[in-house]
Nanobody, 127 residues
Framework: QVHLVESGGGLVQPGGSLRLSCAASTRTLSTYTVAWFRQAPGKDREFVAALKRNSGMTSYKNSLKGRFTISRDNAKSTVSLQMNSLEPEDTAVYYC????????????????????WGQGTQVTVSS
């Protein structure tokens, strides 16, 4: 099973940007559907973005479209999440997830469909 390690979290002011990275222990990252989820204090985990294997099709939580961008570098076996115009409501622990199973678009946002998870990285948006 692939092992995932997130990095890049931290404290940022409202309106600022952060780029999260997820290092995967596989040389065949292109065969995995990868995603980012987040969990704010006292709230359920929620879907942020996903990138389907092979096709490269992306999917985003509607309210994050235009501010967040998911991408992958297959050569480096990394998945990134570029976050712009950050708001205090974006404060959460962000998790990288992956699966080598084929997922239909409507299932990309369900955490139960992912087999591997990272330990999470804290993002705090505050002045």
């Amino acid at each position: 099973q692939v092992h995932l390690v997130e990095s890049g979290g931290g404290l940022v002011q409202p309106g600022g940007s952060l780029r999260l990275s997820c290092a995967a222990s596989t040389r065949t990252l292109s065969t995995y559907t990868v995603a980012w989820f987040r969990q704010a204090p006292g709230k359920d985990r929620e879907f942020v973005a996903a990138l389907k294997r092979n096709s490269g099709m992306t999917s985003y939580k509607n309210s994050l479209k235009g501010r967040f961008t998911i991408s992958r570098d297959n050569a480096k076996s990394t998945v990134s999440l570029q976050m712009n115009s950050l708001e205090p409501e974006d404060t959460a622990v962000y998790y990288c997830a992956a699966t080598d199973r084929g997922l239909i678009t409507s299932s990309l946002g369900s955490g139960e469909n992912y087999d591997a998870w990272g330990q999470g990285t804290q993002v705090t948006v505050s002045s």
